[in-house]
Structures are given as C-alpha cells and as structure tokens.
C-alpha cells in the first residue's frame, strides 16, 4: 500500500475565523469572550473559545442572549464581510507561495495538495501555519491525510490535541488514522449531519471507526452515494480531487485555476460568470440565500512575470439566489480591481453569510427576494436539470449600484476603505 | 485545352481545420518593443502583498521620523524585527507605533518627538511586533 503512489491532501483551517479577524484590529479583546452575528444581528454565527466556555451557542438568537452578553463582558460584533473575506484571499496568497495547488473549500478552509513535495511532509503543513501566521496575523491549524475526508480528521485532532500537536497533525500512517477514528464521533466526520447521525446510530454505528469498519456498496445502497464515498474516504481511498467537495453550509466557493492564462477583462468576465452559475446552482440546490459574495482574480505566484492579486467583495441589496444578481454584483467587483497587463492563472467567486430560507427572521423593512425571482430561478434549475447544467445562463448584464445594509455592531472596514482604516497610536 | 479556362475543382470529403481567431496585419508599431508599464506606487510600496497591510497614525510622537496625526503607514509582516525599526507592536495588547531599540532588559520604544519617554521593558508586561513600518505618507497639499 504505501508504495504506490497515494494523493496527499492538507486541510488548513483558520481557527475561529470571523472572531480570530476581529481580534487583529482590537488586541485587547484577546483576554474577553467574542462573538459575531449573523448579518441583521439575527444570531450567533462565531464564538471564541472563551465564549464557548460559557455556554453560548451557534444560532443563539441575538435578542434572547444579549443581556446574558452585557452581563459578561462579551465583545458582540456584526459580521464584517468585506474584512473577512479581505483576510481569506490573504490566506490563499499566502497559501499559494508555497504550495503549486490548492483550492477553497470555503471562507475559513483551504485544501492543499502536497504529493510529491519533500518528506516529512508535517514541516510543510507547519510551514504553511507560520506562513499565515506571519503574513496575515491569523493562526490555523493544518491536518493532512490520503484524502480529504482524512485531511479533515487529522484537522479535527489538530484542534482537539492542539497543545500536543502544535495545530499540525499528519494522519498517514495506517496507526494513527485508527487510533484518532476510535475517538473521533462519527458526526464530526465530514459530511456526517445530525440526521445520518441518528439513521447510522440505529445501525449501532457511534464512531468514524465503526463507520470506516462498514461495507461501502451496502451502506451506499441503504443511504445514498455520499456516504459510500465517504466510507472509502475513511478507509484511505482517495475520492474526490481538488475541485470536487460537497458543498459547505456557510459558504461556497467555486474557483479553479484557467488551463490557460487568461489575458482580458472579458476574459475574466466569462470564467466568473460560469463560476457564478456553478455557484449559484449549489446555493438553491441546498435552498440557501446569499448576502455577501466576493470575487477574487490572481497571477500566478512561480516563475517570472509580474504578479497581482486583488479581491473585491460586494454586499447584494438583498439576500438572494438569483443568478442575474449575482453575477451583476460579481462584474461589478471585477472591473474595480481588473488591470490590464497581467497573466491570470486563477479566479474565484466565494458567495458568503448564508443563510436558510426562512431561518433568519428579517426586520419587517428590510427588503427580500422578489416572488418573481424565486418562480424564474425555479424554473431555470428544472430546465438545465432537464437540459443540462448550462442550457440556461446570464449573459453579461449592465449594472446599477444598490448597495447598502444595516449592521449596528459592525466593526470599520479596516483593510478596504480609506475613511475606516485601522488606526493606531503614535 | 485553352489554359485560361478555369477547371472545376474535384469534390473532396477532406475535411479541414479552421484556425478560430485573428491575425494582426500591417507593420508593427515599433513602439510596441519598447513598453513600458506606468508607475505604479501600489507596486513601489508593494501594498497588494499579502503581508503588507496600511494603518492611519494618531498622535504625534513620532513626528520628528515625519510621522504625523493622520499619515499613513504601510506596514511589513514578512520582516523581521530589528533595533532601528520602526515599529507597530502590540504593547499590553495595544496597538502602538514607535521606534525599536536594544536594552539587555528587552526592547525599548522610543518616540520621535522630546515631549514623550521612551518606554522601557518594566514599563510593560507584554509585547508583540505587529510589523515593520516601510513607507510613510503625509499628504501636503489637498
């Protein structure tokens, strides 16, 4: 087994993201609980470690708990997209000057392919950790295993063991996988939900080892190929590639790197559309709403050749799952950070704070989705389901700006904005 | 055969490649070989590097190294320390600018301006660099 040629995948996630963000600016809130809420202040969506010690949960509701907040000291925040996916695109530059390929999996997560680069490949996973670190302030912890499903368990044990690990877990060795999958839940397993949970529970299966242990055709034909696909994972054979996830509940991402260098803005311009599209079709298949998307365009890293990378985020008037919109707000975003003169190796569109239909009560003024865009979105996926993937798309549409949101706990836009940079004493 | 007369051309089930795309004519602008790209002061200061972050100063203890109440300061992650340096360090977890210099009981700060004490290591219980401080901008005129 360990001679042939296994694929090599690190997780590397950044510990408590949104608060960890929030922190860089405000150092004194390292020694008080933080947490962020959803956008319109409606829940807990982050929770530092302190935050946690007391009790608090993701999705509290905000008004329910705020007293609670007060009386201990917590520091409360709205959630500063425009910050943090400025920090995420930083973490992928970093991440990209020293590793050939990776991909986001989602705001907070990057997966990283390491084959073929120099043993012990564990100095590379702690290399990137410093690398972040130092570039961009913000700590992760870093798993790597023989697939993705692995990556993410070794991440698991990087924050479960973090004192002992140092954040860095490499889960290669056939020993380790066993001993970390007999106490690992099997609903921290990746794509394992509260509802497979239950369903596997009846079958007597509590931990990712009995899980791993499970025939994958049988459990494939009594639940769905998802979960066949995962079961192979957690015996060590490698499913999915870069570029081929399951989709994360708070954020998508679909990003590739071109075939070929790409030149011109209308260049630019079609690949984000088609991520867009991509994009767009998971956030409805898993009936979310988008309330902030950003577009990121990057050279590549090696070689010679000028460099540029930039990123813009954009905040849609409302909530949506609209196509059309997205991709207005997404070619919007690109023309202010496009530059001409530049080889382009990669593009990505990352659609954030999402939420469920539904789950978040809006205020009564705020403004929603049209009725009539639900109906032609519906319509739309039943087509290209029928059709195919792409029978129907946008094409490129003249923009008009409507930009705006009520947040009133937001932090200032620190890295992005001239009037609200981060100031500091002299 | 009259050899002007034109002979229709035999039916081919050959297929050809078309080539997409479009080839430039004409003679060459010379200038072209000699382009180079506008200044840039975003790559000067390098400020789009993912280490590099901008901050807005308060305060005027620096104001002899020309840092002034509302400069602007690009700031560098990816150097490392070294007397000499101005610095933003976080102080007691307080984001602070000042200049780095060597004591054998740790770092001192020291301000630019007379009117303020340099800081010294019993003054604070713990510091941390933020970055070093590469470029200064003051605006003169509005």
């Not at chain 1, 959803?38 to 509290?60: F, Q, W, Y």
């Not at chain 1, 087509?383 to 705006?404: E, F, S, Y």
């Not at chain 2, 034109?6 to 050809?16: I, T």
């Not at chain 2, 002034?68 to 150097?79: A, E, N, P, Q, T």
Request: charged content about 20%; hydrophobic content about 40%.
């Amino acid at each position: 087994m360990r001679t042939e040629q296994q694929p090599i995948f690190g997780l590397v996630d950044v510990n408590a993201f949104y608060v960890s963000c929030e922190r860089i600016f405000r150092p004194e809130l390292r020694l008080r609980p933080v947490v962020v809420l959803s956008n319109s202040d409606g829940c807990i969506v982050a929770r530092s470690n302190e935050a946690k010690a007391l009790g608090l949960k993701m999705g509290d509701p905000y008004f329910k708990v705020r007293a609670f907040l007060e009386r201990h000291g917590v520091a409360v925040f709205s959630s500063n997209y425009t910050l943090y996916g400025e920090l995420s695109h930083r973490v992928g530059l970093a991440i990209s000057s020293l590793v050939p390929s990776w991909e986001r999996f989602s705001i907070d997560e990057l997966f990283v392919q390491l084959d073929g680069l120099p043993e012990p490949i564990i100095d590379v996973g702690r290399a990137i950790q410093a690398r972040v670190l130092e570039w961009t302030a913000l700590p992760v912890g870093v798993g790597i295993g023989h697939t993705k499903t692995l990556a993410k368990a070794a991440q698991h044990a990087s924050k479960v063991w973090r004192e002992r690990t140092g954040g860095v877990v490499d889960l290669r060795e056939p020993v380790a996988v066993e001993w970390l999958l007999r106490r690992m839940p099997v609903d921290e397993v990746w794509g394992i939900g509260h509802r497979m949970r239950d369903n596997l529970a009846g079958d007597g299966i509590t931990t990712a080892w009995q899980l791993s242990q499970a025939d994958p055709r049988a459990m494939g034909r009594k639940y769905s190929v998802v979960l066949e696909r995962t079961i192979r994972e957690l015996q060590g054979e490698s499913c999915l590639d870069l570029e081929q996830s399951t989709p994360a509940k708070q954020s998508i991402c679909s990003s590739k790197m071109f075939g070929q260098r790409v030149h011109t803005l209308q260049g630019l311009q079609e690949a984000l559309a088609t991520y867009i599209h991509r994009a767009a079709e998971k956030l409805r298949n898993q009936r979310s709403l988008c309330g902030a998307l950003r577009v990121g365009i990057q050279t590549s890293f090696h070689g010679d050749g000028p460099k540029y990378a930039n990123a813009a985020s954009a905040i849609p008037a409302y909530p949506t799952d609209d196509v059309r919109q997205l991709t207005r707000y997404a070619l919007r975003a690109l023309e202010g950070i496009y530059r001409p003169g530049y080889a382009y190796s990669k593009a990505e569109v990352l659609l954030m704070d999402l939420r469920q239909r539904g789950e978040y009560t809006q205020d009564l003024f705020s403004p929603s989705q049209p009725a009539r865009s639900d109906a032609l979105m519906a319509t739309m996926d039943k087509i290209n389901r029928r059709w195919g993937h792409d029978c129907l798309r946008t094409a490129a549409v003249p923009l008009t700006p409507d930009w705006g949101m009520r947040r009133s706990l937001l932090s200032p836009s620190y890295m992005t904005s001239w009037e609200q940079l981060w100031r500091v004493r002299a | 055969m009259n050899p002007l007369t034109p002979l229709p051309l035999a039916a081919s089930r050959q297929s050809l490649q078309v080539l997409a795309g479009c080839a430039a004519g004409g003679f060459p602008s010379p200038a072209a070989d000699y382009y180079e790209p506008p200044l840039s002061l975003d790559e000067r200061m390098n400020i789009r590097a993912p280490h590099v972050w901008l901050v807005q100063v308060e305060g005027d203890s620096m104001r002899d190294a020309g840092i002034f109440d509302g400069s602007l300061l690009v700031v560098d992650r990816s150097i490392s320390p070294s007397a000499g340096h101005i610095v933003l360090a976080y102080v007691d977890n307080q984001p602070l600018v000042k200049r780095l210099a060597r004591s054998p009981a740790g770092w001192l700060l020291e301000s630019a301006n007379p009117s303020y004490k340099t800081i010294s290591p019993c003054e604070y219980d713990t510091i941390e660099v933020f970055g070093v401080v590469t470029w200064d901008l003051t605006p003169h005129a509005h």
